[in-house]
Protein backbone atom coordinates (compact mmCIF):
# COMPACT_ATOMS: atom_id res chain seq x y z
CA UNK A 1 0.00 0.00 0.00
CA UNK A 2 1.45 3.42 -0.91
CA UNK A 3 0.23 5.19 1.93
CA UNK A 4 2.05 3.02 4.09
CA UNK A 5 5.67 4.34 2.77
CA UNK A 6 5.46 7.27 5.28
CA UNK A 7 6.95 6.24 8.37
CA UNK A 8 8.29 8.47 11.16
CA UNK A 9 9.58 8.51 14.85
CA UNK A 10 9.91 10.71 16.97
CA UNK A 11 13.28 12.65 17.08
CA UNK A 12 14.99 15.50 19.01
CA UNK A 13 13.71 16.14 22.69
CA UNK A 14 11.40 13.91 24.67
CA UNK A 15 7.70 14.95 24.92
CA UNK A 16 8.74 15.08 28.90
CA UNK A 17 11.37 17.81 27.94
CA UNK A 18 9.43 19.65 25.41
CA UNK A 19 6.92 19.87 28.33
CA UNK A 20 9.19 21.43 30.80
CA UNK A 21 10.96 23.56 28.79
CA UNK A 22 10.45 26.40 30.65
CA UNK A 23 9.89 30.44 29.10
CA UNK A 24 12.96 32.15 27.62
CA UNK A 25 14.37 34.27 30.51
CA UNK A 26 15.24 38.08 29.87
CA UNK A 27 18.69 38.28 31.23
CA UNK A 28 19.68 41.25 30.21
CA UNK A 29 20.17 44.68 31.94
CA UNK A 30 16.65 46.14 30.57
CA UNK A 31 13.99 46.98 33.16
CA UNK A 32 10.77 45.36 33.72
CA UNK A 33 7.71 46.60 31.98
CA UNK A 34 5.23 49.24 33.91
CA UNK A 35 2.54 47.53 32.84
CA UNK A 36 4.51 43.45 33.50
CA UNK A 37 1.61 41.06 34.18
CA UNK A 38 3.73 37.53 34.86
CA UNK A 39 5.99 37.94 37.35
CA UNK A 40 8.85 35.28 37.62
CA UNK A 41 8.02 33.60 41.11
CA UNK A 42 11.05 32.67 43.30
CA UNK A 43 11.78 30.71 46.26
CA UNK A 44 12.72 33.29 49.18
CA UNK A 45 16.36 33.14 50.37
CA UNK A 46 16.94 30.11 52.97
CA UNK A 47 19.35 30.90 55.44
CA UNK A 48 20.45 29.44 58.62
CA UNK A 49 21.98 30.22 61.77
CA UNK A 50 23.52 33.60 61.85
CA UNK A 51 23.50 36.08 59.10
CA UNK A 52 26.66 36.70 57.33
CA UNK A 53 26.68 40.68 58.49
CA UNK A 54 26.07 39.77 62.20
CA UNK A 55 29.59 37.59 61.83
CA UNK A 56 31.72 40.55 59.97
CA UNK A 57 31.81 43.57 62.05
CA UNK A 58 28.05 43.46 64.55
CA UNK A 59 30.03 41.68 67.36
CA UNK A 60 27.75 39.58 70.02
CA UNK A 61 24.99 42.77 69.59
CA UNK A 62 22.16 41.37 67.78
CA UNK A 63 20.26 45.13 68.15
CA UNK A 64 23.43 46.87 66.42
CA UNK A 65 23.67 44.14 63.79
CA UNK A 66 19.75 44.44 62.40
CA UNK A 67 19.85 48.25 62.82
CA UNK A 68 23.27 48.15 60.94
CA UNK A 69 21.47 45.38 58.28
CA UNK A 70 18.80 48.21 58.06
CA UNK A 71 20.69 51.08 57.21
CA UNK A 72 22.80 49.12 54.45
CA UNK A 73 19.97 47.85 53.38
CA UNK A 74 18.21 50.95 52.64
CA UNK A 75 21.18 53.27 51.28
CA UNK A 76 21.64 49.73 48.99
CA UNK A 77 17.83 50.08 47.57
CA UNK A 78 17.96 53.91 47.04
CA UNK A 79 21.40 53.11 44.77
CA UNK A 80 19.25 50.43 43.26
CA UNK A 81 16.48 52.51 42.49
CA UNK A 82 18.46 55.15 40.99
CA UNK A 83 20.19 53.30 38.65
CA UNK A 84 17.40 51.71 37.06
CA UNK A 85 15.21 55.35 36.81
CA UNK A 86 18.79 56.48 35.14
CA UNK A 87 18.45 53.34 33.00
CA UNK A 88 14.67 53.64 32.23
CA UNK A 89 14.89 57.21 31.06
CA UNK A 90 17.97 57.42 29.14
CA UNK A 91 17.56 53.27 27.51
CA UNK A 92 13.59 52.92 27.34
CA UNK A 93 12.29 49.23 27.72
CA UNK A 94 12.81 48.13 24.40
CA UNK A 95 11.84 44.63 25.56
CA UNK A 96 8.15 45.29 26.68
CA UNK A 97 6.78 48.72 25.90
CA UNK A 98 7.81 51.96 27.39
CA UNK A 99 4.27 53.79 27.65
CA UNK A 100 5.16 57.49 27.25
CA UNK A 101 1.96 59.63 28.34
CA UNK A 102 -0.07 60.50 25.67
CA UNK A 103 -0.06 64.54 25.78
CA UNK A 104 -3.75 64.63 25.68
CA UNK A 105 -4.14 62.07 28.46
CA UNK A 106 -6.69 64.43 31.22
CA UNK A 107 -6.46 64.49 34.55
CA UNK A 108 -9.42 63.08 37.03
CA UNK A 109 -12.79 65.14 37.16
CA UNK A 110 -15.05 64.60 39.88
CA UNK A 111 -17.71 62.59 39.76
CA UNK A 112 -20.65 64.00 39.33
CA UNK A 113 -23.25 60.91 39.54
CA UNK A 114 -22.08 59.00 42.74
CA UNK A 115 -19.74 61.77 44.41
CA UNK A 116 -17.30 58.28 46.26
CA UNK A 117 -14.23 59.48 44.63
CA UNK A 118 -12.07 60.44 41.33
CA UNK A 119 -13.50 58.85 37.52
CA UNK A 120 -10.18 58.68 35.79
CA UNK A 121 -12.47 59.59 32.47
CA UNK A 122 -15.45 60.96 31.90
CA UNK A 123 -16.45 61.20 27.82
CA UNK A 124 -19.55 62.19 29.10
CA UNK A 125 -18.20 65.77 29.82
CA UNK A 126 -17.47 68.29 27.08
CA UNK A 127 -13.72 68.74 28.26
CA UNK A 128 -12.86 64.94 28.08
CA UNK A 129 -15.34 64.28 24.88
CA UNK A 130 -13.10 66.57 23.20
CA UNK A 131 -9.66 65.09 24.81
CA UNK A 132 -10.13 61.79 24.00
CA UNK A 133 -11.58 63.01 19.80
CA UNK A 134 -7.81 64.60 20.11
CA UNK A 135 -6.78 60.89 20.87
CA UNK A 136 -8.45 59.74 18.30
CA UNK A 137 -7.65 62.48 15.52
CA UNK A 138 -3.53 61.98 16.94
CA UNK A 139 -4.35 58.23 16.34
CA UNK A 140 -5.71 58.39 13.06
CA UNK A 141 -2.65 60.48 11.80
CA UNK A 142 -0.09 57.76 12.91
CA UNK A 143 -2.12 55.07 10.80
CA UNK A 144 0.34 53.17 8.42
CA UNK A 145 -0.02 49.73 6.87
CA UNK A 146 3.49 47.31 6.36
CA UNK A 147 2.55 45.18 2.84
CA UNK A 148 5.63 43.63 3.07
CA UNK A 149 7.15 41.82 6.38
CA UNK A 150 10.64 40.18 6.61
CA UNK A 151 9.89 36.10 6.42
CA UNK A 152 12.19 33.81 8.73
CA UNK A 153 13.36 31.29 7.87
CA UNK A 154 12.66 27.61 7.33
CA UNK A 155 15.72 26.61 9.45
CA UNK A 156 14.92 29.13 12.33
CA UNK A 157 11.40 28.21 12.56
CA UNK A 158 12.71 24.52 13.36
CA UNK A 159 15.47 25.65 15.29
CA UNK A 160 12.74 27.04 17.59
CA UNK A 161 10.32 24.30 17.48
CA UNK A 162 12.15 21.39 16.78
CA UNK A 163 10.27 18.78 18.49
CA UNK A 164 6.78 19.66 16.59
CA UNK A 165 8.95 19.65 13.17
CA UNK A 166 10.27 16.18 14.15
CA UNK A 167 6.75 14.74 14.85
CA UNK A 168 5.12 16.14 11.88
CA UNK A 169 6.31 15.02 8.08
CA UNK A 170 6.61 16.94 4.87
CA UNK A 171 4.30 14.99 2.83
CA UNK A 172 0.80 13.53 3.67
CA UNK A 173 -0.54 9.90 2.51
CA UNK A 174 -2.08 10.14 -1.36
CA UNK A 175 -5.64 10.01 -2.78
CA UNK A 176 -6.63 11.50 0.56
CA UNK A 177 -8.39 15.06 0.18
CA UNK A 178 -7.01 15.26 4.47
CA UNK A 179 -3.51 15.78 5.30
CA UNK A 180 -2.73 12.81 6.74
CA UNK A 181 0.20 10.15 7.36
CA UNK A 182 1.31 6.72 9.37
CA UNK A 183 3.28 7.27 12.35
CA UNK A 184 5.19 4.36 14.33
CA UNK A 185 3.50 3.05 17.28
CA UNK A 186 6.58 2.43 19.75
CA UNK A 187 5.00 2.10 22.84
CA UNK A 188 3.02 -0.55 24.36
CA UNK A 189 0.13 -1.48 22.31
CA UNK A 190 -2.20 -2.58 25.32
CA UNK A 191 -1.24 0.53 27.28
CA UNK A 192 -2.92 4.33 27.25
CA UNK A 193 -1.81 6.44 24.87
CA UNK A 194 -3.65 9.12 25.81
CA UNK A 195 -2.88 8.99 29.77
CA UNK A 196 -0.79 12.05 29.53
CA UNK A 197 -2.55 14.38 27.02
CA UNK A 198 -2.96 17.64 28.98
CA UNK A 199 -6.50 18.08 27.49
CA UNK A 200 -7.83 15.14 28.75
CA UNK A 201 -6.27 16.15 32.19
CA UNK A 202 -7.29 19.30 32.56
CA UNK A 203 -10.87 19.66 30.67
CA UNK A 204 -12.82 16.99 32.58
CA UNK A 205 -16.33 17.93 29.72
CA UNK A 206 -13.98 15.69 26.93
CA UNK A 207 -12.97 12.50 29.10
CA UNK A 208 -15.80 10.80 27.68
CA UNK A 209 -14.59 11.53 24.75
CA UNK A 210 -11.01 10.16 25.41
CA UNK A 211 -12.45 7.06 27.01
CA UNK A 212 -14.11 5.99 23.73
CA UNK A 213 -10.57 6.78 21.70
CA UNK A 214 -8.97 4.43 24.14
CA UNK A 215 -11.10 1.35 22.97
CA UNK A 216 -11.13 2.27 19.79
CA UNK A 217 -7.07 3.25 19.34
CA UNK A 218 -5.86 -0.77 19.66
CA UNK A 219 -8.52 -2.31 16.91
CA UNK A 220 -6.86 0.74 14.72
CA UNK A 221 -2.92 0.31 14.93
CA UNK A 222 -2.14 -1.14 11.61
CA UNK A 223 0.89 -3.82 11.50
CA UNK A 224 3.36 -3.68 8.56
CA UNK A 225 6.92 -5.36 9.19
CA UNK A 226 6.29 -6.65 12.71
CA UNK A 227 5.77 -3.09 13.41
CA UNK A 228 2.72 -1.15 14.70
CA UNK A 229 1.63 2.42 12.95
CA UNK A 230 -1.06 4.84 14.10
CA UNK A 231 -2.66 6.63 11.76
CA UNK A 232 -2.83 11.02 12.57
CA UNK A 233 -3.94 13.97 11.18
CA UNK A 234 -3.95 17.67 10.85
CA UNK A 235 -7.15 20.03 9.74
CA UNK A 236 -7.46 20.48 6.42
CA UNK A 237 -9.13 23.85 6.74
CA UNK A 238 -8.96 26.42 10.28
CA UNK A 239 -11.85 29.09 11.28
CA UNK A 240 -8.77 31.44 12.38
CA UNK A 241 -11.17 34.49 14.35
CA UNK A 242 -12.56 36.64 14.71
CA UNK A 243 -14.05 36.26 18.17
CA UNK A 244 -17.30 37.56 18.73
CA UNK A 245 -17.56 37.54 15.01
CA UNK A 246 -20.09 34.13 15.04
CA UNK A 247 -17.29 31.87 14.24
CA UNK A 248 -19.57 29.43 16.59
CA UNK A 249 -22.38 29.57 14.84
CA UNK A 250 -20.20 29.04 11.57
CA UNK A 251 -18.69 25.45 13.56
CA UNK A 252 -22.02 24.44 14.65
CA UNK A 253 -23.75 24.79 10.97
CA UNK A 254 -20.44 22.96 9.29
CA UNK A 255 -20.85 20.27 11.76
CA UNK A 256 -23.81 19.30 10.11
CA UNK A 257 -22.32 18.59 6.92
CA UNK A 258 -21.39 15.09 6.26
CA UNK A 259 -17.94 15.50 4.89
CA UNK A 260 -16.74 17.55 7.93
CA UNK A 261 -15.31 16.65 10.96
CA UNK A 262 -13.79 18.95 13.66
CA UNK A 263 -11.39 18.51 16.77
CA UNK A 264 -13.08 16.86 19.73
CA UNK A 265 -14.19 20.32 21.28
CA UNK A 266 -13.88 23.60 19.28
CA UNK A 267 -10.96 25.86 20.46
CA UNK A 268 -8.29 24.22 21.25
CA UNK A 269 -5.98 27.09 21.09
CA UNK A 270 -2.96 25.07 20.83
CA UNK A 271 -0.93 27.13 17.96
CA UNK A 272 -1.30 30.40 20.28
CA UNK A 273 -1.53 29.43 23.94
CA UNK A 274 -1.00 25.88 25.13
CA UNK A 275 1.89 25.12 23.12
CA UNK A 276 3.94 27.15 25.05
CA UNK A 277 1.75 26.48 28.56
CA UNK A 278 -0.85 28.96 28.72
CA UNK A 279 -4.32 28.48 29.82
CA UNK A 280 -4.88 31.65 31.26
CA UNK A 281 -1.84 34.40 31.13
CA UNK A 282 -3.16 35.55 34.67
CA UNK A 283 -2.19 32.46 35.62
CA UNK A 284 0.89 32.38 34.48
CA UNK A 285 2.75 29.41 32.98
CA UNK A 286 1.85 25.93 33.26
CA UNK A 287 3.59 22.52 31.19
CA UNK A 288 3.78 23.15 27.90
CA UNK A 289 1.30 20.61 25.56
CA UNK A 290 3.32 19.09 23.12
CA UNK A 291 2.22 18.59 19.81
CA UNK A 292 1.32 15.03 19.93
CA UNK A 293 -1.57 16.44 23.03
CA UNK A 294 -2.96 18.74 19.72
CA UNK A 295 -2.91 15.75 17.18
CA UNK A 296 -4.73 13.52 19.75
CA UNK A 297 -7.63 15.77 18.98
CA UNK A 298 -8.10 14.72 15.56
CA UNK A 299 -8.23 10.79 16.41
CA UNK A 300 -11.81 10.57 16.30
CA UNK A 301 -11.81 12.02 12.89
CA UNK A 302 -8.76 10.20 11.66
CA UNK A 303 -10.32 6.55 12.32
CA UNK A 304 -12.99 7.53 10.17
CA UNK A 305 -10.26 7.86 7.41
CA UNK A 306 -8.65 5.32 8.21
CA UNK A 307 -11.79 2.86 7.96
CA UNK A 308 -12.11 3.66 4.58
CA UNK A 309 -8.48 3.31 3.85
CA UNK A 310 -8.91 -0.34 5.41
CA UNK A 311 -12.17 -0.98 2.95
CA UNK A 312 -13.99 -1.31 6.95
CA UNK A 313 -16.31 1.32 5.86
CA UNK A 314 -20.04 1.17 7.21
CA UNK A 315 -22.53 0.26 4.71
CA UNK A 316 -24.08 3.34 3.89
CA UNK A 317 -21.70 6.06 5.21
CA UNK A 318 -19.85 8.58 3.07
CA UNK A 319 -16.74 8.01 1.61
CA UNK A 320 -14.27 8.59 3.96
CA UNK A 321 -11.53 9.50 1.63
CA UNK A 322 -13.40 13.11 1.60
CA UNK A 323 -14.06 13.66 4.75
CA UNK A 324 -12.25 16.98 6.11
CA UNK A 325 -11.02 17.63 9.27
CA UNK A 326 -11.47 21.42 10.46
CA UNK A 327 -9.71 23.05 13.65
CA UNK A 328 -11.69 26.61 15.17
CA UNK A 329 -9.73 28.38 17.07
CA UNK A 330 -10.72 32.10 17.05
CA UNK A 331 -7.76 33.13 18.64
CA UNK A 332 -5.75 31.90 15.79
CA UNK A 333 -5.82 34.92 13.85
CA UNK A 334 -4.27 37.90 15.86
CA UNK A 335 -2.79 36.20 18.97
CA UNK A 336 1.05 36.22 19.24
CA UNK A 337 0.91 37.32 22.94
CA UNK A 338 3.23 34.59 23.89
CA UNK A 339 6.38 35.71 20.94
CA UNK A 340 7.86 38.45 24.11
CA UNK A 341 8.29 35.73 26.59
CA UNK A 342 9.77 32.34 24.35
CA UNK A 343 11.19 34.14 21.17
CA UNK A 344 15.14 35.81 20.99
CA UNK A 345 13.39 39.37 20.43
CA UNK A 346 17.16 41.14 21.02
CA UNK A 347 17.78 42.06 17.61
CA UNK A 348 14.73 43.04 17.05
CA UNK A 349 14.85 47.00 16.77
CA UNK A 350 10.98 47.88 16.63
CA UNK A 351 9.68 44.97 19.06
CA UNK A 352 8.06 43.12 16.60
CA UNK A 353 7.53 39.63 16.99
CA UNK A 354 10.38 37.46 14.81
CA UNK A 355 7.44 34.40 14.16
CA UNK A 356 4.08 34.86 13.99
CA UNK A 357 1.93 31.93 14.50
CA UNK A 358 0.99 31.81 10.39
CA UNK A 359 4.28 31.07 9.61
CA UNK A 360 4.33 27.76 11.57
CA UNK A 361 1.29 26.17 9.89
CA UNK A 362 2.70 27.11 6.15
CA UNK A 363 5.70 25.29 6.45
CA UNK A 364 4.06 22.59 7.76
CA UNK A 365 0.65 23.12 5.61
CA UNK A 366 1.25 25.64 2.63
CA UNK A 367 -2.18 23.80 0.71
CA UNK A 368 -4.15 24.67 3.93
CA UNK A 369 -7.15 26.62 4.10
CA UNK A 370 -8.38 29.39 6.19
CA UNK A 371 -12.12 31.07 6.98
CA UNK A 372 -11.86 34.63 8.68
CA UNK A 373 -15.35 35.71 9.65
CA UNK A 374 -15.65 38.97 10.54
CA UNK A 375 -17.97 42.22 12.27
CA UNK A 376 -18.29 45.48 13.16
CA UNK A 377 -15.15 46.09 15.26
CA UNK A 378 -17.03 48.92 17.11
CA UNK A 379 -20.40 46.16 17.45
CA UNK A 380 -17.43 43.57 18.35
CA UNK A 381 -15.64 45.40 20.93
CA UNK A 382 -18.72 45.54 23.03
CA UNK A 383 -19.95 42.75 22.63
CA UNK A 384 -16.99 41.27 23.35
CA UNK A 385 -16.54 43.17 27.12
CA UNK A 386 -20.25 42.08 27.55
CA UNK A 387 -19.61 38.01 27.45
CA UNK A 388 -15.89 38.19 28.95
CA UNK A 389 -16.72 40.75 31.37
CA UNK A 390 -17.55 39.37 34.93
CA UNK A 391 -18.48 42.03 37.20
CA UNK A 392 -20.29 45.64 37.18
CA UNK A 393 -21.04 45.70 33.83
CA UNK A 394 -22.42 48.89 32.37
CA UNK A 395 -22.46 51.30 29.36
CA UNK A 396 -20.42 53.76 31.70
CA UNK A 397 -17.72 51.29 32.08
CA UNK A 398 -17.34 50.09 28.63
CA UNK A 399 -17.17 54.04 28.00
CA UNK A 400 -14.25 54.38 30.42
CA UNK A 401 -12.65 51.57 29.49
CA UNK A 402 -12.55 52.29 25.84
CA UNK A 403 -10.87 55.94 26.75
CA UNK A 404 -8.32 54.07 28.72
CA UNK A 405 -7.50 51.60 26.37
CA UNK A 406 -7.15 54.55 23.38
CA UNK A 407 -4.62 56.69 25.68
CA UNK A 408 -2.79 53.50 26.17
CA UNK A 409 -2.69 52.66 22.36
CA UNK A 410 -1.66 56.23 21.78
CA UNK A 411 1.12 56.24 23.92
CA UNK A 412 2.66 53.31 22.74
CA UNK A 413 2.29 54.79 18.97
CA UNK A 414 4.78 57.53 20.34
CA UNK A 415 7.44 55.03 20.52
CA UNK A 416 7.02 52.44 18.33
CA UNK A 417 5.27 51.75 14.95
CA UNK A 418 1.31 50.36 14.57
CA UNK A 419 2.32 46.64 13.78
CA UNK A 420 4.75 46.95 16.68
CA UNK A 421 1.70 48.42 18.95
CA UNK A 422 -0.61 45.56 17.68
CA UNK A 423 1.83 43.07 18.86
CA UNK A 424 2.62 44.45 22.17
CA UNK A 425 2.33 41.86 24.69
CA UNK A 426 2.02 44.20 27.43
CA UNK A 427 0.19 46.73 25.57
CA UNK A 428 -2.62 44.06 25.05
CA UNK A 429 -2.15 42.91 28.47
CA UNK A 430 -3.12 46.63 29.80
CA UNK A 431 -5.76 47.74 27.82
CA UNK A 432 -9.18 47.40 29.56
CA UNK A 433 -10.95 46.22 26.48
CA UNK A 434 -8.92 44.43 23.27
CA UNK A 435 -9.08 47.31 20.84
CA UNK A 436 -5.94 45.57 18.93
CA UNK A 437 -8.62 42.33 18.05
CA UNK A 438 -10.45 44.74 15.54
CA UNK A 439 -7.52 45.77 13.65
CA UNK A 440 -8.48 43.07 10.95
CA UNK A 441 -6.17 44.67 8.14
CA UNK A 442 -3.12 44.17 10.40
CA UNK A 443 -3.54 40.74 10.65
CA UNK A 444 -4.78 40.10 7.06
CA UNK A 445 -2.19 41.59 6.02
CA UNK A 446 0.43 39.20 7.59
CA UNK A 447 -1.50 36.52 6.71
CA UNK A 448 -1.12 37.42 3.03
CA UNK A 449 2.66 37.60 3.16
CA UNK A 450 2.59 33.40 3.77
CA UNK A 451 -1.40 32.67 1.66
CA UNK A 452 -2.22 33.20 -0.82
CA UNK A 453 -5.75 34.91 -1.19
CA UNK A 454 -7.27 32.02 -2.80
CA UNK A 455 -6.48 30.61 0.75
CA UNK A 456 -8.41 32.67 2.78
CA UNK A 457 -12.26 33.46 2.68
CA UNK A 458 -12.63 35.83 4.56
CA UNK A 459 -16.84 36.71 5.53
CA UNK A 460 -18.90 39.02 7.35
CA UNK A 461 -21.25 38.49 10.43
CA UNK A 462 -23.86 40.68 8.58
CA UNK A 463 -24.27 38.95 5.72
CA UNK A 464 -24.12 36.01 7.49
CA UNK A 465 -27.18 36.67 9.52
CA UNK A 466 -29.20 38.19 7.00
CA UNK A 467 -28.91 35.17 4.31
CA UNK A 468 -27.25 32.10 6.34
CA UNK A 469 -27.76 29.72 2.79
CA UNK A 470 -25.38 31.95 0.75
CA UNK A 471 -22.64 32.45 3.04
CA UNK A 472 -22.78 28.64 3.73
CA UNK A 473 -22.80 27.70 0.10
CA UNK A 474 -19.43 30.14 -0.16
CA UNK A 475 -18.03 27.91 2.40
CA UNK A 476 -19.45 24.47 0.86
CA UNK A 477 -17.78 25.90 -2.71
CA UNK A 478 -14.04 26.96 -0.87
CA UNK A 479 -13.36 24.02 0.77
CA UNK A 480 -15.05 21.66 -2.07
CA UNK A 481 -17.74 19.96 -0.61
CA UNK A 482 -19.92 17.59 -1.86
CA UNK A 483 -23.36 18.53 -3.16
CA UNK A 484 -26.41 18.39 -0.11
CA UNK A 485 -29.70 16.95 -0.03
CA UNK A 486 -32.31 19.69 -0.14
CA UNK A 487 -33.02 18.17 3.95
CA UNK A 488 -29.83 18.47 4.68
CA UNK A 489 -29.17 22.02 3.15
CA UNK A 490 -31.79 23.25 4.97
CA UNK A 491 -31.01 21.53 8.44
CA UNK A 492 -27.77 23.44 8.48
CA UNK A 493 -29.04 26.60 7.03
CA UNK A 494 -32.12 27.26 8.83
CA UNK A 495 -31.39 26.07 12.65
CA UNK A 496 -31.53 29.02 15.18
CA UNK A 497 -28.28 30.89 15.46
CA UNK A 498 -25.60 29.94 18.04
CA UNK A 499 -24.19 31.55 21.20
CA UNK A 500 -26.36 34.99 20.87
CA UNK A 501 -25.98 37.37 23.46
CA UNK A 502 -27.18 36.19 27.15
CA UNK A 503 -30.34 37.82 28.22
CA UNK A 504 -28.39 39.80 31.10
CA UNK A 505 -26.40 41.28 29.01
CA UNK A 506 -28.78 42.48 26.24
CA UNK A 507 -30.44 43.96 29.16
CA UNK A 508 -27.63 46.41 29.67
CA UNK A 509 -29.28 48.14 25.75
CA UNK A 510 -26.65 49.56 23.34
CA UNK A 511 -23.27 50.94 23.91
CA UNK A 512 -23.44 54.74 24.43
CA UNK A 513 -24.21 57.12 21.52
CA UNK A 514 -20.94 58.76 21.85
CA UNK A 515 -18.36 55.48 22.67
CA UNK A 516 -20.18 54.19 19.03
CA UNK A 517 -18.77 57.86 17.45
CA UNK A 518 -15.99 57.51 19.02
CA UNK A 519 -15.00 53.96 18.24
CA UNK A 520 -16.28 54.52 14.77
CA UNK A 521 -13.44 57.26 14.31
CA UNK A 522 -10.90 54.95 15.66
CA UNK A 523 -11.55 51.90 13.53
CA UNK A 524 -12.24 53.81 10.12
CA UNK A 525 -9.07 54.41 8.31
CA UNK A 526 -8.12 50.32 9.33
CA UNK A 527 -11.62 49.19 7.78
CA UNK A 528 -11.21 51.48 4.67
CA UNK A 529 -7.95 49.75 4.22
CA UNK A 530 -9.57 46.29 4.83
CA UNK A 531 -11.71 46.92 1.70
CA UNK A 532 -9.59 48.16 -0.71
CA UNK A 533 -7.52 44.90 -0.13
CA UNK A 534 -10.49 42.71 0.11
CA UNK A 535 -12.06 44.46 -2.41
CA UNK A 536 -15.27 44.82 -0.72
CA UNK A 537 -16.64 48.14 0.52
CA UNK A 538 -19.27 46.16 2.49
CA UNK A 539 -15.95 45.89 4.74
CA UNK A 540 -16.11 50.04 5.59
CA UNK A 541 -19.31 49.27 7.76
CA UNK A 542 -20.59 52.62 6.51
CA UNK A 543 -23.80 51.61 7.19
CA UNK A 544 -23.49 49.94 11.01
CA UNK A 545 -25.98 47.22 12.46
CA UNK A 546 -26.43 45.70 15.93
CA UNK A 547 -26.38 42.10 16.03
CA UNK A 548 -26.66 40.09 18.89
Known amino acids: MTHMDYEYTLLGSSMEDYRKRPLKPQVDDSPM ?47 VMFLIMASYILTGDKKGLLLTPSPYHSSTVPNSGSGTGPDPF ?49 KFLPNVKNPCWYEEHTGNISGDPYRTNLYARYSRRFRTVFEYLRKAFREHLYRRGGKYYRIRCLPYFYIIGQPKCGTTDLYDRLQLHPEVRFTTFKEPHWWTRKRFGIIRLSEGFHD ?11 DLAAYQIQDNLMGNAHSGAPEQHNIIIGEASASTMWDNNAWAYFYDNSTEAE ?64 EYTMR ?11 MPVRLQV ?15 REQILVLRLEDHASNR ?33 RPADKNLGPMLPVTKEILRDFYTPFNKKLAKVLRNDSFRWDKPSELI
Open 288 to 298: RYPVEDYLDLF
Open 122 to 170: NVSSAKDYATVKLVVKNLASKVEFSTTRQLPEREALIHSEPHMFSVIPH
Open 469 to 501: KYTMHQVFDFLNLGLLTEQKEAEITKSPASNTR
Open 438 to 452: GLYIVYILDWLTVYS
Open 33 to 79: SLFAVLELKRDPLHLHGPWPWCTLGCGASTLTCFRKVKLYGFLFGLA
Open 351 to 414: AEPPFLIQDFIHTLQPDARFIVMLRDPVERLYSDYLYFGITNKSVEDFQDKVSESLQLFEGCLT
Open 420 to 430: SCVYNTTLNNA
